[in-house]
């Protein structure tokens, strides 16, 4: 069964903008079978710039049903169908948001009419439903009104299906039924060429910049995720993304690198997450006038750097804090001489037998200093030593390598799998990276949290 909907808005964006008509025609592909259209009291005035194209005014809506009153229909008539529409994107998005303000999930397989018509039309000029309408011939009384539009996408629909004919039809639709996924720029076959291989990829706008950065191990399969997605995030690239482009890594590491040096060089406008340049909360140490080893929060400036010893950096204050306090318990450590607590001599875990008494001299330096010293272990996520990382490649003839030299990342490369190399001929084939304050932790945690990495330390 299909639901072939169209719907009257106030705005174009469906967060922000209400339902003023919706139109419901179900067919079951060979006939049409139930008819549905109502006016919608939107509940905010439609803009005049809107009545001009719908014709719908505020008084014409004053006395009509609010969503929640068509509600129930809505869902009985779409329930167990496709839904249908021309640019299915906008229709869907609607109706999902409406139902989403009453707190139901909606969710219904899309198909859209522009996309079809193009595969079997090729060449109009435009698949507009008002073109497609003059192209064939048909008739409608009143454009951009929800039943009119509906019923002239169901004669679309219906030639659709008559020149696909035979049993090529049902495999046709399953087709564009994945593809009314994609964002409308992005065809089925473009996303098929895309290569199921590790790497980082790129969405860009319909002016060619970059407006997300990603990376994954099949990245055909992370882009069809990523348009299947009904979160906020996931509407807004769909209707942003204009074009895809791709680099192959074949390492998890490198394409881990690489993502995050990208977001923080192209700055793109949905990676928020990601985008910080530098990070602004440290934790230092520092030795007291009475021996123990001492801990602080603090921000990054150059009065801090020269007095204290770095440990680690965060991107913010807070994150810096709520680690230290994770490792202060962890270590049994003194609130006090952690900076955690203001008082003057016994801190209050003292009290309640969390600290071992550093801070009033009951614990000596030397024994309080050996569990700062495991603590700084834990906090210095920094690297250390030379090394190279030795990762598969792109081809099956190849190797990826990620350089460390005196705990400083040098950028990674590729080279031959099958030619022995020295430590100098590994470094001139690594590319000189874009500054990444994460690339020494991502490092680390892959290392650390990965079985079975190739490290050559030379």
Request: glycine share 6%.
């Amino acid at each position: 069964m299909y639901a072939i909907i169209d719907v009257e808005t106030t705005g174009g964006v469906a967060r922000f903008e209400r339902i003023t008509e919706i139109a419901i025609v179900l067919h079951d592909g060979q006939a049409v079978v139930d008819t549905f259209s109502t006016l919608i009291n939107p509940e905010q005035s439609i803009p005049w710039q809107i009545t001009m194209i719908t014709g719908i005014t505020d008084e014409m809506v004053a006395q009509a049903p609010k969503f929640y009153e068509v509600a129930k229909k809505v869902v009985e008539m779409t329930e167990g169908a496709v839904f249908v529409a021309h640019n299915v994107s906008f229709d869907y998005s609607f109706v999902r948001e409406e139902f989403a303000r009453l707190g139901y999930p909606f969710s219904r397989q899309q198909l859209c009419t522009v996309r079809l018509a193009r595969k079997v039309f090729p060449g109009l000029p435009s698949y507009s439903l008002s073109n497609l309408k003059k192209h064939f011939g048909i008739e409608a009384e009143r454009s951009h009104r929800a039943l009119d539009d509906t019923l002239a996408t169901v004669r679309i629909f219906e030639m659709i299906l008559a020149e696909q004919g035979g049993n090529s039809v049902k495999s046709f639709l399953r087709s564009g039924i994945r593809e009314a996924k994609l964002p409308p720029a992005i065809t089925l076959e473009r996303l098929d060429a895309v290569p199921e291989t590790c790497g980082v990829y790129y969405l860009h706008d319909e002016r060619g910049e970059v407006i997300y950065v990603g990376k994954s191990l099949n990245i055909r399969k992370r882009l069809f995720e990523h348009f299947a997605d009904l979160t906020p995030k996931g509407e807004k690239l769909r209707t942003g993304v204009a074009d895809i482009s791709f680099e192959i890594t074949g390492s998890e590491l490198v394409a881990l690198l690489l993502e995050s040096a990208e977001i923080k060089r192209l700055l793109p406008r949905v990676n928020r997450a990601l985008r910080a340049r530098s990070y602004t909360g440290c934790i230092f140490t520092y030795t007291d006038q009475n021996g123990y080893r001492c801990l602080a929060v603090g921000k990054r400036t150059s009065r801090n750097a020269k007095k204290l010893e770095l440990v680690a950096d965060y991107p913010k204050v807070d994150s810096a804090k709520l680690h230290l306090q994770s490792v202060v318990r962890q270590y049994e450590l003194c609130y006090r001489l952690s900076n955690l607590d203001a008082s003057e001599r016994a801190c209050f875990h003292y009290s309640i037998k969390k600290c071992r008494g550093a801070c009033i001299g009951e614990e000596s330096p030397e024994a309080y200093n050996e569990r700062v010293e495991q603590a700084l272990e834990t906090l210095n996520r920094r690297l250390s030593g030379s090394f190279f990382i030795l990762e598969p490649g792109r081809t099956e003839s190849e190797m990826a390598v990620v350089g460390v030299q005196e705990g400083r990342y040098l950028g990674f490369g590729y080279a031959d799998a099958s030619m022995s190399y020295t430590a100098e001929d590994l470094l001139e084939c690594l590319a000189v990276p874009y500054e990444d304050p994460d690339a020494g932790k991502i490092i680390r945690g892959y290392v650390d949290g990965k079985k079975g990495v190739r490290v050559v330390k030379f």
